[in-house]
């Protein structure tokens, strides 16, 4: 693992809701991340299909991968998603890419697919640098 897989990976394991969301790191590659979810029936909807929400987690933490690869912390300011097909079964694969860093936000847009590369999910966030200037 690269310096940078280390640092993200272990800001991951410190989340304690993505890690409980079986949120799992996949890759880092430059200023992209992939991250992953297996689709158990913890994170189903009452209609037997991905909750919303758990597809939120997931890009929302890729994303916050990307953000910090620049090793400042940040906290989501704005996030506009989209919903393209649900799934039942199979593994959640988000890939995330920055868009834009600035000075105190960054923006970073993630997809979803499944394992057969279907896309279910599009966002785009935008994150708060709280450092100190």
Not at 38 to 64: K, P, Q, R, W
Request: hydrophobic share 35%; with cysteine.
């Amino acid at each position: 693992m690269t310096d940078d897989e280390l640092y993200v990976s272990g800001l991951l394991k410190q989340n304690t809701y993505a890690v409980r969301s079986g949120v799992q790191m996949g890759w880092i590659r430059g200023e992209n991340a992939c991250l992953t979810m297996d689709v158990s029936e913890n994170i189903l909807n009452l209609y037997g299909m991905v909750h919303g929400g758990a597809y939120f987690t997931l890009a929302d933490c890729c994303a916050g991968v990307v953000s910090r690869m620049d090793r400042r912390h940040y906290v989501t300011q704005h996030a506009d998603v989209s919903f393209f097909r649900p799934i039942k079964t199979g593994r959640l694969i988000a890939i995330g890419s920055l868009i834009h860093r600035g000075s105190k936000t960054c923006t970073v847009e993630v997809y979803i697919s499944d394992e057969n590369e279907k896309r279910l999910f599009h966002s785009t966030f935008t994150f708060f640098c709280i450092d100190k200037d």
